[in-house]
């Protein structure tokens, strides 16, 4: 998604926060395995560590039903790697499902016109090259989609609407086309767009978080069980691993932040802005939900594009949320103590604790400080790797001849030495803040203690 | 699209006609759209809804395109607009501006052939009642447009431009067309609109909704 900005010089991409979320989620996945079988049989079979008065009572029935809402972070880390895994199958069910049929299939009379399909299709070659445009036939949708049909196969789908706008708006609809264009330079393709588990599991978690995060926390209070309060700092906890879902929330933001930010390079952040308008005015539902940022975010950073600002947002978004992800771990699990009956300053220490077991990670923060060092030689061969949108520039292998020198580090990702230097110097004290020893507050406190079958035994 | 490559022209040539008039900006898939409608089944159904849970992309929704909603609401006045059209009193041409202003002195209560003669654009041949015909059409298809969602300004200039280009060409087939779109000539021979024969499993699942309304019967007559 390396752009040629419309003042000439080359624009590099931000990290690509949503494919080193795929990794971690590789990382993780052996641990997930581990802690759903301790969950499962703590939970679900005789031999977990309750015993039979509290597994009967219906504070506990609330919180196995809590429990469940902590399936959607594994579910999202799972359609994650499937949807890494299985493009040729995502992309034979996402042209079903969406009735997908190739522009040329339309049959327009008028086909060569340049503001007819033909110009379209021309266009599309130009800011993303191998990529195939294709038509929804569904009445009502979002304008243009990428999905992928195989590792190299790139797909952007567009709706009945957007080729109405190519031919009355043609500026605005290049717009939304060099959008796309910017996740496929990317490969967000193979993550997120249209027919991904990846995105449909995030778009869920509100309706699972009601259902079986919230819900059973009003039932408690309703009933006024006597062994509610048992299960309440239980069920604070399990909605405080929830919270995880934050973390890919945030990388499906900044992809689209920088697909815009990609768009805005090439045709000019006026241009990006009116199809913003454009969408925007459509009157219909934006069902992208957690997937897409709120309109008027989008639209602040497309004023923003020329700046130094939303480069240097997007470089420290990943650090960023989560160190608010660590912060939001310590609020519930210091509130969960306390209601457990530990004293304030003893619930804090365990709650800190915990968060620098589980989120300040010596491996993760290491790669983090390594990533904001390296991004601006690593950028350009990336961008090359995803076989970079041109971007109506025309000049792919010069431009990144000389970005893999080091030079366009310099210059091309927009960000001031200020912001270079507060990129790099987050993950860097956060990961002095993991190198320090643990506390052992958690070891000694017997709600958060590491379950195991001794530790179940004890309890 | 029951009859074979005269109906599919039939079908194209009218799609093309109608979207130059009332979706310009919509010709590139006018054909398409038709022929996919006037197939009837899910490729119908889905041209007149949402997509289904949509996730990503570039966010929200453009403005709702004219031509798909033009197909239902044309193949639902089917009849409303074979009897205007056929109706031996409607004399020659009639254009979208009259239709729009007949439409609008019909929704205020007026004769649609009061001031045609003045400051509006003049239909000699055009007399109230014929006019009347057509505007009850016009209000007919805009009403059933709106019902998707758009604008009623934009539903009644679309569905004007659409019965004034029909009326245009009544004479080369346009009631045909309309039934096509309907899909007329699919139900009555029962064949099915692509032209293919189905396949077993294909024939079986047709007939299921048959099969479950012959099972209530059944049970009801016990």
């Known amino acids: 998604m390396r752009a040629h900005a419309a003042h000439g010089g080359v624009r590099l991409p931000p990290p690509p926060w949503l494919w080193l979320l795929v990794c971690t989620y590789v990382w993780e996945l052996p641990s997930g395995v581990v802690w759903w079988r301790e969950q499962i049989r703590d939970l679900w079979t005789d031999e977990g560590a309750y015993g039979p008065e509290v597994v009967a009572s219906p504070g506990f029935a609330a919180l196995r039903a809590s429990t469940v809402s902590q399936l959607m972070p594994s579910l999202v880390l799972v359609a994650g790697l499937l949807a890494v895994a299985l493009p040729h199958l995502r992309g034979w069910y996402t042209r079903l499902r969406y009735r997908l049929v190739p522009l040329t299939a339309l049959g327009s009379t008028d086909a060569a016109a340049p503001q007819g399909v033909g110009g379209l299709r021309d266009v599309a070659a130009s800011v993303a090259p191998g990529a195939t445009v294709m038509v929804s036939l569904w009445g009502k ?73 919230a819900a059973p926390l009003v039932w408690l209070a309703w009933r006024h069980e006597p062994t509610a309060s048992l299960m309440w700092p239980q069920v604070v906890v399990v909605l405080s691993r929830a919270s995880v879902i934050m973390v890919p929330v945030a990388a499906l933001w900044c992809a689209e932040l920088a697909a815009d930010r990609h768009a805005a390079a090439v045709c000019g952040r006026r241009a990006v802005e009116h199809a913003l308008d454009e969408i925007g005015a459509g009157g219909g539902r934006t069902r992208g939900g957690l997937t897409h940022p709120p309109h008027r975010l989008r639209r602040w950073c497309a004023e923003r594009a020329d700046g130094s600002l939303v480069p240097a947002l997007l470089a420290l978004a990943g650090p960023v949320i989560l160190l608010v992800h660590a912060a939001v771990v310590v609020c519930f699990t210091t509130a969960a103590l306390v209601l457990a009956g530990d004293p304030w300053s003893s619930a804090a220490a365990s709650s800190l604790d915990l968060a620098h077991r589980d989120v300040l990670t010596v491996p993760l923060w290491s790669a983090l ?72 507050a958690v070891e000694r406190d017997p709600v958060l203690r590491p379950a195991g079958p001794e530790a179940g035994a004890e309890r | 699209m029951s009859n074979g ?120 041949a055009t007399g109230g009642g014929e006019l009347l015909v057509l505007a009850r059409a016009v209000a007919e298809v805009s009403r059933r447009l709106q019902a998707h969602g758009m604008d009623p300004a934009a539903a009644d200039q679309a569905a004007a431009s659409a019965v004034a280009a029909l009326h245009a060409g009544r004479d080369e087939g346009a009631g045909a067309f309309l039934g096509l779109l309907a899909g007329e000539g699919r139900d009555a021979s029962g064949e099915r609109s692509a032209g293919t024969p189905r396949t077993g499993l294909r024939r079986l699942a047709a007939r299921v909704p048959g099969l479950r309304r012959s099972a209530r019967a059944r049970g009801r007559s016990r």
């Open chain 1, 141 to 213: 949708g979002p304008p243009a989609r990428v999905y992928a049909a195989g590792w190299r196969k790139r797909r952007i789908a567009v709706s009945l609407g957007f080729l109405a706008l190519w031919r009355r708006d043609p500026a605005r609809a290049r717009a939304l086309l060099l959008h796309e264009a910017g996740h496929l330079g990317s490969g967000e393709h193979l993550i997120a767009g249209l027919g991904s588990p990846f995105t449909r599991a995030v778009q869920a978690w509100p309706a699972v978080f009601l259902a079986f995060g």
């Open chain 1, 369 to 440: 400080v390594g990533l904001a060092v390296l991004w601006p030689l690593l950028a350009p061969r990336w961008s090359r790797l995803w076989a970079a949108a041109t971007a109506g520039s025309g000049d792919v292998g010069g431009g990144a001849g000389r970005a893999g020198s080091g030079d366009a580090g310099r210059a091309g990702d927009g960000l001031g030495p200020r912001a270079r230097a507060a990129v790099i110097m987050l993950p860097a004290v956060a990961l002095a803040v993991a190198l320090l020893p643990s506390t052992g």
């Open chain 2, 5 to 124: 490559p005269d109906a599919s022209a039939r079908l194209e040539a009218w799609a093309t006609a109608i979207a130059s008039a009332s979706a310009p900006h919509e010709t590139d898939f006018a054909v398409h759209t038709a022929l996919t409608y006037a197939r009837g089944g899910r490729g119908r159904r889905a041209l007149v809804r949402r997509a289904p849970s949509v996730t990503a992309g570039s966010g929200g929704e453009l403005v709702t395109t004219v031509l798909p909603a033009l197909w239902d609401a044309l193949a639902a006045s089917c009849e409303l607009l074979k009897t205007a059209l056929g109706s031996p009193v409607v004399a020659n041409g009639v254009s979208t501006a009259t239709l729009l202003l007949a439409v609008h002195r019909r929704r205020d209560g007026a004769s649609p052939a009061e001031g045609t003669g003045g400051s509006a654009p003049a239909e000699p």
